[in-house]
Structure formats: C-alpha cells, structure tokens
C-alpha cells in the first residue's frame, strides 16, 4: 500500500501539470469547497496520524491544542530541517514531488485556519529550496495559493524558509526561533506552541511527511486511514535506509511489516552488502537505541519484530528500539560499534546549543572520552564513567537533544560492552587495520 | 570590496522582507546572509555590518546568529569549498578514506585552503544523503557516491572551470 510514494515514478510528477493531470489538489477542492476547518481536524484525528518527525504525537490532537481563544493569527510551520543522521526520507519527497507538500501544506493550513505558512528548510538544501520555490510559484499561477482559493474565500500565502546549517533547528522550538531570525536556542515549555509559538502566536510544527499524509486523509477519509497499518501505528511510513546494505535508500512501507522482510527482501534492502552477516541496526535515526541482530530481529519475548511504533520499542531500552524518525542504519559483522559511537557522540557534542550545561558539557566529556578509547588510551574505568555521564544528561535539558546524546551511548555500552572493553585492553589492536574492530576479537 | 548589493540584490532583499508580517523584517537575517554569502564569499564584519543596516537591526543581533550556525564563513575561503560528510552513515561507506584522500590530493589539513585559493577543505555533519554515501557538498550541488576516481574527476572539472559559480545547475546531484 503507497500513499506518499504511489507517483513517485510518474515522469514529471514535480511539475504542476502532471502532478495535477494524476490527480493532485483534488483534496483542496473537497476541503476548501466541501468541508469546514474543523472536520478536516476530526479526518486527521480519526485517521490516528502520528507525527513522523520522530516522536510519534498523534497528529490530531496536536491540532486541537491550537489555542482558538487567541486574537493573534494561526500559523503551521512544516518541518524540513531533517538532520537526524540517517534520516534523508524528506529530501527525498520534496525532490521528486514538491507538490505533494504543497498540497498537504494547504490543507493542513485550511484546518488550522493559518493564512500565512512556512516551511522552514535545512539550509544546506538550496537546490530543494529552488524546486518548492518553482511548485509555489505554480501552485500560486493555478489558484491554489493566494487570495481567494478556488472561490472558497480562504487566502493563504505560503513561503520557504532557508536554516543555516544547525541539527538543533530541527526540534520545533529552536525551529521557530530560527524563522524569528535568532540562534537556533529551544524554548522551555511550557507554552507550547500551540499556544505561543512563531511572534508568540498559536502554532503548529509539523514534519514533511505528516503534513503530506494529510492530502490521502482528506480525500479518503480517516478511517479508511486507519485501516492501513497495524493497532495504534496506522498508514504507511517513509523509511531511509543506509550503512552495510544492498539497495539504500527511501521506501514507504506499511506500518506492521516484519523488520526481517524490510532488511533481507529485495523489494527493499535487501540484505547486507557484499554477503556479510547483521551485527547490529539503528533503526530510527541516530538518537535512538542501536540493538544487536538477535533483538533486532526478535522482541525479547521471542516474537518477530515488526515496523511498528509499539513493536519497535517492545521492551522498553533494555531491549527495545524506536521507529523515530525513520532513519534506518545497518551495520555489518565488520563495523566498529565504539567507533560508531565516539562518531555520533562527536556528531552531539558539536550540534548542542550550549544552553544547558548537562548537554554542552557532557556531550563533550563523552566525546573526548570515547575518542580515547578509540585511539587506544582508553581506561578501565572509562565506560563506566560514560554511562554515568548519560545518565546526568538525560532528563536534564530543556529540549530533548540531551536524551538524543545520552541513549545511543547507553544501548551502545548495554549492548556491546565487550567491544568496549577489548579497545581499553588491546590498545595496540585497535590501532592498527584502520581502528576496525572485527568480529572474534572477543577476549574473556 | 565595498560591501554593497547589486539593484537586483536588492530588490531581492524587499521581496525577502515581504514574506513576513509587518515589524517581522528580522525573519530575513537567514536569508539575507545566505545571498550575502553567496556575493561577498563570506561573511565578514562589513557584510554582517551592512546586513544590519537593510533589516534595522544592532550588528550584534547579526553576529550571534552568523557564528551559531555552520553554513556561514567567518573567513575568507578559496573559490570552492568541498564539504565532506563524516557522520555515521557516510564513515560506514568510507568517508574517512575520502577524506583523507582529498588532504593528500590538496595537500591541505581540515579547514584549510590549496595553495593555489581554489578549495577549501571542510567537513560536515549529515546532509540527508547517507543513502548515496559517501558524498560532498560544492556549493549548491551533491556529489554522492564519491570514490578517489570521481574526486579526480570533480576536481580536474572544477580546475578546468567547467563549472563556473553563476552557472552551476542547481539541484544536480552527481
Ligand atoms: C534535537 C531534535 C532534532 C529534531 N529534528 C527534527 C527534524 O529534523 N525534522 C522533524 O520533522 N522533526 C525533528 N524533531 C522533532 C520536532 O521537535 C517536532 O517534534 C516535529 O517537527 C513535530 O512534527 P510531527 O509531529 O509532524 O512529527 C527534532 C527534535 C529534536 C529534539
Ligand atoms: S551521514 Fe552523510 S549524509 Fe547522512
């Protein structure tokens, strides 16, 4: 089942003409035309859309929170910072079909009575930038954006906003300081958004795909939506796939497929490169927990894995995961986990904001620490000094960067703390043949 | 260099300022320092100066935001600045021999500019492309699936001038 994908290969699908000749705005003309804000709002709610930025909230009941009370204007921000390491899904949809957002940008803008959206966009992407720019400009020429829309009295103006280079400007609040023209610094909440948000008015923050999913809900109906997937993980999602793989890349799969068909069926990955075996995947971006192949493919309790929100995050850290962002990294019999881990640690500590001193000074000692246990100076007592620098980060920032830095440390070391244990006792090993840790080098 | 923009410039900037409410002009300073950079090379005190003077604002409200994010020079670089990914993903496929490829090639450590002011060799965090890995952003392009054969490649056509800055295709990923 495709929803954001069907078209994908349509030539031409990036131009408006196609776009509209396969079907596209249609669910403009049934929303502005047919429907009032707030039934598009009950679509999506019934629909049980979750956030696809990485943390799952359900879509809906976002958009309630909208403060109506308010005499400030309404704004929706789509969220195309996509930094996440591993995460290129976005990219992805806006290159191939800008019209896809733009269509969900302006039904999702009618919901939440917004007359004036953003979507705020990484700022390395300038190319991604020129081609929404040119199905803005299309959307506007065809009626579709601007004064008036389709006769139905609704005007909206929507404009692309460049970031400049900062992992940061993807949590929502840092986002909307950055579109106020200040650091990327996240905001403490309460208030939310919704409440004040961009020039302290009610806002919503949404992620490309969300807002893209919104265009099959107003044409289909949520609950046809909700058919799709399994329990509370329903439709379909984007997954970038990357590392020791055959075929990386973005595929749109329904949620509640096995893990071990997405990872090993040629339809998708599959399989590890160059007839390799698994050692391990990270499978929602880089802030969530790595697990190793046996409790990746099965939950602790035996069952097959599925790719779901709930399947995924089957026991908890201990044992589990996160969908997240959707950002998929395998990494093969041949792959260094300390390394990898002294990489994203580096990865956080130069991406924290500075504002809170867990984050800007412990993703640091955990960065200087890993480093020397890659390098092969690393001491006993390193990796117990690393999961307590963790655990003072998590839970003790403002936004949730912290805890981004903090878990992949922790399921690292929970995980594969005999890896970690080899560098500090073999320094000499680690030094030689490029720091790769191989498999077998094991020592009680 | 007086640091000033072109009419067309500016025209470009009142269109800028236009996206936003009335009194919100100070949405612009991304924007506006992205098409300084892409002007004036970098952003120096003059440029960041002056960027304060078209939005109304203190310098220092353009100097904090300049150094906090990553895509803006504070100072001078060569002609073409190759920003090379090192994250995760892209090191899985080799970043790190890509990387120590071009410091040979140019001769040059991290950061630094050829002798010849050409390039500018930097790294970067995860520019969304690590199913292409590993890659390389010049200016507005993508260079994925990098290997040392294709650094030669791209270097002896920037070399060559191939590629000049104003022309370049945006959009291309190679
Ligand atoms: C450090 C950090 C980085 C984030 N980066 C992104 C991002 O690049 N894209 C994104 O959509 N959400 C990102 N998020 C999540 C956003 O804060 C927010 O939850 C999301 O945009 C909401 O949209 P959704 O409900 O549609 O997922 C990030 C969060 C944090 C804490
Ligand atoms: S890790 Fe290099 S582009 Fe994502």
Redesign the interface.
């Known amino acids: 089942m495709k929803i954001l994908l069907d078209k994908i290969n349509v030539p031409g699908i990036n131009t408006f003409e196609v776009y509209r000749r396969e079907g596209g705005y249609r669910a403009v003309e049934k929303a502005l035309k047919t429907m009032t804000p707030d039934q598009v709002v009950e679509e999506v709610k019934t629909s049980g859309l979750r956030g696809r930025g990485g943390a799952g909230f359900p879509t809906g009941m976002k958009w309630s929170f909208i403060d109506k009370t308010s005499s400030n204007p309404h704004y929706l921000v789509c969220n195309a910072d996509e930094s996440e390491p591993g995460t290129f899904k976005d990219r992805y949809l806006m290159q191939n079909s800008p019209h896809s957002l733009i269509e969900g940008m302006i039904v999702s803008s009618f919901a939440l009575e917004a007359k004036l959206s953003y979507i705020y966009v990484r700022g390395e992407l300038k190319f991604i930038i020129k081609i929404l720019e040119k199905a803005i400009a299309e959307a506007y020429a065809n009626g579709f954006l601007g004064k008036n829309i389709l006769g139905s009295g609704y005007d909206l103006d929507l404009y692309v906003q460049p970031g400049g280079g900062a992992y940061i400007c993807g949590e929502e609040t840092a986002l909307l300081e950055s579109l106020e023209g200040k650091r990327g610094n996240p905001r403490i909440k309460p208030p939310f958004p919704a409440v004040k948000g961009l020039w302290a008015s009610p806002t919503v923050v949404n992620n490309v795909e969300t807002i893209a999913a919104t265009t099959w809900i107003v044409n289909n109906g949520g609950a046809e939506y909700a058919k799709i997937g399994i329990g509370r993980s329903t439709g379909t999602k984007l997954i970038s796939a990357c590392g020791h793989i055959n075929n990386p890349g973005v595929y749109e799969i329904e949620l509640g497929l096995p893990v071990k068909e997405f990872l090993y069926s040629n339809e998708y990955c599959g399989g590890i490169w160059k007839n390799h075996k698994l050692k391990a995947v990270v499978p929602g971006g880089s802030s969530v927990p790595i697990l190793p192949e046996e409790l990746f493919l099965k939950t602790a309790a035996g069952e097959d894995r599925l790719m779901s929100y709930e399947s995924l995050s089957d026991g908890g850290f201990a044992t589990g995961s996160m969908l997240g962002s959707g950002g998929f990294i395998v990494y093969d019999e041949t792959a260094c986990i300390v390394k990898n881990t002294w990489n994203f640690s580096r990865f956080y500590h130069h991406e924290s904001c500075g504002q809170c001193s867990p984050c800007r000074e412990g993703t640091g000692w955990m960065e200087r620490v890993l480093h020397r246990i890659e390098f092969g100076k690393g001491r006993p007592e390193d990796i117990d000094l690393l999961v307590e620098v963790a655990k003072r980060i998590e839970g003790n920032t403002i936004c949730p960067l912290g805890d981004a830095a903090a878990w992949p440390v922790a399921a690292a070391i929970r995980h594969f703390r005999h890896e970690f244990e080899y560098h500090i006792k073999h320094p000499e090993k680690v030094m030689d043949a490029d720091h790769v840790y191989q498999p077998g080098m094991v020592m009680a | 260099m007086e640091v000033k923009f072109s009419q067309e410039q500016l025209d470009k900037v009142k269109e800028i300022i236009s ?1 936003y ?1 009335e009194g ?1 002009q ?6 506006l ?2 098409l300084a950079q892409e002007d004036f090379g970098w952003c120096s005190v003059e440029v960041m100066d002056y960027i304060a003077t078209l ?1 109304h ?1 203190k310098p220092v ?1 353009v100097y ?2 300049a150094t ?5 020079h504070m100072k001078p670089v060569g002609k073409y600045v190759l920003e090379v990914c ?4 892209c ?3 080799g970043s ?1 021999q890509i990387v120590n490829y071009l410091k040979k090639k140019l001769g040059v450590e991290m950061g630094g500019t050829s002798a010849d002011g050409m390039f500018t060799l930097k790294t ?10 590993p890659m390389m ?1 010049v200016e ?3 260079y994925e699936y990098l290997s040392e054969e294709k650094i030669d490649e791209i270097l002896d056509m920037f070399r060559a001038n191939a590629i000049h800055r104003k022309e370049h295709f ?4 190679v």
């Open positions: 996206r409410p919100k100070k949405s612009a300073l991304l924007p320092l992205h939005l604002i409200e904090e935001v906090f994010y990553s895509m803006f090192q994250t995760g993903p090191m899985l496929r790190d970067v965090e995860c520019l969304a492309s690590c199913g292409s890995a952003q507005d392009a993508y945006p959009g291309r990923t």
